[in-house]
C-alpha cells in the first residue's frame, strides 16, 4: 500500500514523538518536572532543590515544582522516585545516606540505588558538626570524651541519619565509650533534646544548627570535613582535634528513575552543570553550607560505587543497624 505525501508525514512525525526523550514529552505537554526532596520544608536538602528549581527552569524551559516527601530515614522519597515513570517528569534530589549507606544497615529496604536510578549529577558537599548542650563542662572534643570516660552508660548522643550516627559510632568503637545512643527519626526532635538537654551531645547538617551556635544556645566541637568549615572557621576539624575516625563529608545528587532515556539525563545533566557554574547560585548554596562540588553522570556513578564498597565494608565491620 501507497502511502499519501501527507499520510507519510503524520507517520514520521508519530515515530519522532515516540522516540522523542521523555523530557520533550513534558516540554511538549506542558507538565511540570516534579523534584522530590525527602526532607521537610526548610532542611538542608530542601534549601538546595529551591535555589537549583528556577534556574534550571530556566535551562530546561520548564517548570521545576519542588516536592517534600520526608520520612524514614529520606527512604520514602527515594522509594516513590524509583516508582515513578521513566519520563523525565520526576527527579529525585538524593543524599549519600540514602544512595550510599541506607542498603547495607536497613533489613527492609524499597529501592535499590543502583538498579532503580540513573545518575544525574553530584550537585555539593556539606559536612557534619559534633556539638554540645552550653552546661556539658567540655570545650573541645578531647574533653567531651575523658567526660563521656568518667561517667560511662550515663551520656547519651542524638543522631536522625544513618550518615551521622556512623560518624557517632565510629567514635564510640575507636575511643572504647560507653556511651548511649538515641535514634531520631528527624532532624528537628534532635535539635530540639540537645537544646533542652536531654541528650548531651548531638551531630547533624553544620547548616541545621548554625543559627544556634552562633547565639551561643549550642557549643559546637568538631565539624567532619576534610578541610575547616567557612561558615564555622573558629572551630576544628575532627582530625585537628585528633579524632580522624569522624572524617566524612556527606552529598546531595541529582537522580531519574532508572531507563529513563539517555537523551533525558545527559540533557538534565548539562542543565545541571551550568546551572552549579551560575555565581550566584554558588554563593546561595556556600551561604548554606553547601559547597559545589559538580560531577557529570558516569563521575558520579564511580564515585558512589566506591563510597558504596568503603562504608558498606565500615557498617558491616563496626555491625551497625539502623533503627527501623
Known sequence: MRLSRRSLVAAMAATSLTTTTGLAFAQDAGRPIRLLVPLPPGSGGDNIARILATPLRDLLGHPIV??????????????????????GN????AHMSTMVMNPFAYNNISYDPVKDFSPIGKISESTAVVVVHPAVPAKTLGEFVAYVKERPGQVSY???????????????????????????????????DTLARHIDMSIA??????????????RPLVTTGAERNPL??????????????????????????????KEVVNKTAAALQKVLAQPDVVQQLRAIGAEPRPLPPEAFALEMKQQQDHWGQVIKTLKIKASE
Not at 536522625?160 to 531520631?184: D, K
Not at 547538617?205 to 549550642?218: E, M, Q, V
Open 66 to 87: 519542588v516536592e517534600n516527601r520526608p520520612g524514614g530515614d529520606m527512604m520514602i522519597g527515594a522509594s516513590q522516585a524509583a516508582k515513578a515513570p521513566a519520563d
Open 90 to 93: 520526576t527527579l529525585l534530589m
Open 158 to 192: 542524638g543522631t536522625a541519619i544513618l550518615m551521622v550516627q556512623i560518624a557517632g559510632e565510629q567514635l564510640v568503637h575507636t575511643r572504647q565509650l560507653q556511651m548511649t545512643r538515641v535514634p531520631y527519626k528527624g532532624g528537628a526532635q534532635v535539635m530540639q
Open 205 to 218: 547538617d553544620t547548616s541545621s544548627y548554625l543559627a544556634l551556635i552562633r547565639a551561643g544556645k549550642l
Open 232 to 261: 564555622l572557621p573558629d572551630v576544628p576539624t575532627a582530625r585537628e582535634a585528633g579524632f580522624p575516625e569522624m572524617e566524612m563529608r556527606g552529598w546531595w545528587g541529582l537522580f531519574a528513575p532508572a531507563q529513563t532515556s
